[in-house]
């Protein structure tokens, strides 16, 4: 049965998770003081006798986490930083509440993803006409535009140049990511191919040495079981001999009267 602390808990992430899902103005500080009364509750549940299983904590870490680095992305200044920050936000993968169909975490990253779609769209194409009339016209033909147009076409210019060199960076950088994981898990799979023959090499060696030194205590024994019988027929041969020899002095060298 979960404890007071637990069902506390679980009722400010779900309250949390409905006000992220909302829509806030610049002035809403409760999500804030929400999530940093979440952390102090989560440490409280990890020192706690009663706190729940080790799965269950992750999965409270998980969207705790999610929802301070939300609120980190939603402090950035540029549409293009938030969708890159929103990008490595991981939501929660089970429901909060048992009446939720979907993990409001998931439909909160959701939202975040359209808004900040939405606001980089709105970046590009800027709030006038003068833009979207620029876009329609070739390139060739600006020098005729006035000159406010004229300035709209060489920002969205330069904003679409700026986009498109982020994006080739962060092409690159995935690509350069993407070699050096293939290159560590190749150097990895060499690593461990290497180990398994060795590995393997010193199983034979010791199976060969054990045979070899099977073969050899068996000669010793029966080389000991040798010397044994050899030693025994000596022993037996000598009181033999001896018993004789007193047979023969008593006969022949009788006693004196």
């Known amino acids: 049965m979960a404890s007071r602390l637990e069902i506390n808990f679980i009722r400010l992430l779900s309250r949390c998770e409905s006000i992220a899902s909302e829509k806030r103005g610049e002035t809403e500080w409760r999500l804030e003081k929400y999530v940093g009364a979440l952390e102090e509750m989560l440490v409280a549940l990890r020192k706690s006798p009663s706190k729940p299983t080790p799965e269950v904590l992750t999965e409270f870490t998980r969207k705790v986490d999610f929802l301070k680095g939300l609120l980190e992305a939603e402090k950035l200044s540029s549409p293009t930083e938030k969708a890159l920050a929103n990008q490595f936000l991981a939501p929660g993968r089970t429901p909060t509440i048992a009446n939720e169909r979907m993990p409001a975490t998931k439909t909160v990253h959701m939202q975040t993803k359209a808004r900040c779609t939405g606001e980089m769209r709105d970046e590009l194409l800027g709030t006038g006409l003068s833009g979207k009339g620029t876009s329609e016209t070739d390139l060739r033909n600006r020098r005729g535009l006035p000159l406010d147009e004229r300035q709209s076409a060489a920002e969205l210019d330069a904003v679409l140049q700026h986009h498109h060199n982020l994006q080739e960076k962060l092409a690159e950088d995935m690509l350069n990511l993407a070699r050096n994981l293939k290159n560590n898990t190749m150097a990895a799979q060499n690593i461990i191919r290497q180990d398994n023959q060795t590995l393997s090499h010193s199983m034979r060696q010791a199976d060969l ?49």
Do not use: D, G
């Open 209 to 257: 040495n054990f045979e070899k030194l099977k073969t050899e205590s068996e000669r010793l024994e029966q080389h000991t079981k040798k010397s044994v019988n050899w030693l025994l027929w000596l022993m037996l041969i000598l009181v033999s001999f001896t018993f004789i020899s007193m047979i023969l002095f008593i006969r022949i060298f009788p006693r004196l009267r």
